[in-house]
């Protein structure tokens, strides 16, 4: 398996770069960049120092990105290419209160945090401060089974470079990897096990033509298929033509510390799919679509599902990541495909939700009907096939900018629906929630198919809008319901 070391991507390198010297590197007592190709595209809008030392900022489509780790405190300066009226560093649990001098924002910070920092209320080009922890145990190059991106070098691997079982995609601080990675078989479910991606480099999927024009052949960006002992940890995964991280039949799956950023349509951050024993924890996701998907039994990609097997999706914890959602889809969605027997036990713990953006046409419309409801939320079940839904917890949420939607449970044929039955959500449970949004209180919608396929046991404790605590259907804004029972409230 050694041959699936760097050796045998050479050829991908641009040539130009081989030779190259490495942009600058630094370090101090308590942090350390990375060093970059001297040819690596370079932010127009931001210089980011840490503790004095210049810091790289690749300029992603969603905004700039500043990629360092952390073990002390530090001083950030951020000196902007226009002037500063404002700055808002997100999520506002991180307590940072940045100081602005004409157009220089300064903070300090002390621990490993992934940072939005917003300039004048812009949402569309702001800068992220990703702070990682130190990197530990970081593979060699002549480690066995490593496919090896090394730092300062820029490369071009096309689409669906395909990764074997047992093997290592290590991209290194300061390594930026153009293109897509395959997992597996999308026709047949051949199995892997022990596939790891790990580092603080950058896979971008911006040269492939359907990122940016709709053309030409779409693959995701990180496509995992039956894998048993999965890890991604540490890099920054930036505009997917398609879905980022989709995971299809896999199981024992642990996501930490990664980041995406994400304006691509249908770009979802991390789709679960058909999965269990799933931990995604220390990450920070930024995606145009849903942040993070959570379904069953989803062949656009995979051809190897049979609809009549159980399919189902379980033990699933996302716990202390922070998250955006942009226009399209969902914060926290589960759904719409669901073509499995269960989706269960399901956890969201400790999260940070900065934005969940409306649509702007969804919006106008709705304003101007009463009647109609905007399509994207923050907490979302839709449930199109057969599945049963069960035991979710929501806890300790902080959501601090909403669009006109908060809450949507459906059971319901949509577009994507393939089950002839419908199935059901039962056992949902919210503590220790706060939602702060510019409207006094967002609509919510929880609504079964019929008396068969209903919701039933769903539970509020703690759960506060604008200030005011939620304990009542009238409270809640619940302006569509039907075919629910047992809906309780509790301090």
Not at 199 to 224: H, T, V, Y
Request: proline share 4%; charged share 25%.
């Amino acid at each position: 398996m050694g041959s699936f070391r760097f050796g045998f991507l050479c050829a991908c390198v641009f040539a130009a770069l081989s030779v190259a010297m490495l942009a600058c590197k630094s370090s101090g007592p308590n942090f350390k960049t990375y060093a970059y190709s001297p040819a690596a595209p370079k932010s127009e809008h931001y210089k980011v120092f840490i503790d004095g030392a210049e810091c790289y900022a690749y300029p992603a489509p969603g905004g700039d990105i500043a990629n360092f780790d952390l073990w002390g405190e530090v001083e950030v300066e951020i000196r902007s290419a226009r002037e500063v009226k404002s700055a808002v560093v997100r999520p506002l649990s991180a307590r940072i209160s940045p100081r602005v001098e004409g157009s220089t924002v300064k903070f300090k910070m002390s621990k490993p945090a992934f940072l939005c920092v917003e300039i004048n209320g812009d949402l569309e080009r702001p800068l992220f401060v990703f702070a990682n922890p130190r990197e530990e145990s970081a593979p060699k190059k002549s480690d066995k089974n490593v496919m090896f991106f090394e730092a300062g070098k820029i490369y071009d691997i096309g689409q669906q470079t395909r990764v074997p079982s047992e093997t290592t995609v290590y991209v290194e601080g300061g390594a930026i990897v153009y293109g897509t990675f395959l997992v597996g078989d999308n026709f047949k479910a051949l199995p892997s096990k022990n596939v790891s991606f790990l580092g603080r480099g950058i896979i971008s999927g911006e040269k492939i033509p359907w990122a940016s024009s709709r053309s030409g052949k779409c693959s995701n960006l990180i496509q995992i298929n039956t894998v048993d002992n999965l890890k991604i940890q540490g890099i920054t995964a930036v505009q997917s033509p398609n879905w980022t991280i989709p995971i299809f039949a896999s199981r024992n799956i642990h996501i930490d510390g990664i980041k995406t950023v994400g304006k691509v349509d249908w770009d979802d951050g991390i789709d679960i799919v058909s999965c269990s024993d799933v931990l995604i924890e220390n990450s920070f996701i930024y995606n145009k679509d849903d942040c993070i998907a959570i379904k069953a039994a989803v062949d656009y990609s995979v051809k190897y599902f049979d609809h009549t097997k159980p399919n189902s999706t379980e033990n699933v914890v996302i716990r202390d990541c922070v998250l955006w959602n942009g226009v399209f889809g969902n914060c926290l969605e589960i759904g719409f495909e669901t073509r499995g027997d269960c989706i269960r036990n399901i956890v969201y713990k400790n999260l940070d939700i900065i934005h969940v953006q409306d649509n702007p046409w969804n919006v106008k419309k709705a304003l101007a009907d009463k009647n109609y409801l905007t399509g994207e939320m923050v907490f979302t079940i839709h449930n199109g096939d057969r599945a049963h839904i069960s035991d979710v917890l929501y806890e300790d949420i902080r959501v601090e900018d909403t669009g006109l939607g908060l809450i949507d449970f459906r059971i319901m044929v949509s577009r994507y629906s393939k089950d002839k039955v419908r199935g059901k959500i039962s056992n949902v449970a919210f503590r220790n929630i706060t939602v702060t949004s510019p409207y006094k209180i967002p609509y919510s919608r929880i609504r079964g198919f019929d008396e068969k396929s209903n919701i039933s046991g769903i539970s509020f404790q703690n759960f506060v809008v604008n200030g005011v605590r939620v304990d009542s259907l009238e409270r809640l804004n619940l302006v569509d319901r039907g075919f629910v029972e047992n809906i309780t409230f509790k301090e």
